[in-house]
């Protein structure tokens, strides 16, 4: 397994500058790592699925005076399931899945989103759980979806939810693209070098489509259609 140290020994050693010192680099890679896990677009326009290590569920209070709540700072995306308190799953809005945030409205009798009683209607939209009716009492609500990564800090540390046999070859390869990129124009750089990056880390993003496979996809639970996750958030 590729450990934070070794990340950035190997990187280092690509790139070849003092500039580039560990702090840098640590937030580099940190920064891959999650822009990993939020999806990477593919180059036949997909995005890259949820890692499935990352998978996680919330329990998540309803306000009583607003019609939505935040799911918390640990959320990423890809939520597939929503329960109520009593574990009864709750569908997303017909005719689309958990992000189909104008369909959700068109189903709210209240299109300001007024209308108090119990749960019948949930959507997300940003980092917020919507809901209809608002329950007058709080109430938890269960949400399955994908968190984000935990940053490493210490020079031990392995990165969050990626396979081990793609963790060098993906870090690496993305932040030398981004570094050798974003010089360019220095001596240190040239397109040649930022282009063999970035085509070798698309290489390595499709061996983790493939490793994660399509059975990785939850269905939404509940839904009159069987919408797969494709991994874009609103």
Do not use: W
């Not at 010192?21 to 937030?27: A, E, F, H, K």
């Not at 709750?90 to 209308?115: N, Q, T, V």
């Amino acid at each position: 397994m590729s450990t934070l140290l070794s990340l950035r020994n190997a990187i280092s050693i690509t790139i070849q500058d003092p500039i580039y010192s560990g702090p840098m680099l640590t937030t580099k890679i940190n920064d891959c790592v999650t822009s990993i896990a939020g999806g990477i677009r593919m180059p036949n326009g997909q995005i890259s699925p949820p890692l499935p290590d990352l998978f996680t569920t919330l329990t998540v209070g309803t306000a009583t005076d607003a019609a939505f709540k935040t799911l918390g700072a640990t959320y990423q995306r890809g939520v597939f399931s929503i329960s109520d308190s009593s574990g009864n799953p709750i569908a997303p809005p017909d005719g689309g899945d958990y992000y189909a945030f104008m369909l959700f409205l068109k189903r709210c009798p209240e299109k300001d989103l007024s209308e108090s009683g119990s749960i019948h209607h949930v959507a997300i939209k940003g980092s917020n759980l919507y809901y209809q009716g608002i329950p007058t009492t709080s109430v938890d609500l269960t949400v399955h979806c994908y968190r984000l990564p935990v940053d490493m800090s210490g020079d031990a540390k392995i990165p969050d939810g990626i396979p081990e046999h793609l963790q060098m070859r993906l870090i690496r390869h993305f932040v030398c693209k981004d570094i050798f990129g974003d010089n360019i124009n220095n001596k240190l750089a040239g397109p040649k070098k930022a282009i063999y990056h970035n085509t070798e880390f698309l290489v390595a993003m499709q061996d983790l489509v493939d490793y994660i496979g399509i059975d990785a996809e939850p269905l939404y639970y509940g839904s009159n259609t069987d919408s797969i996750d494709a991994g874009i958030c609103d």
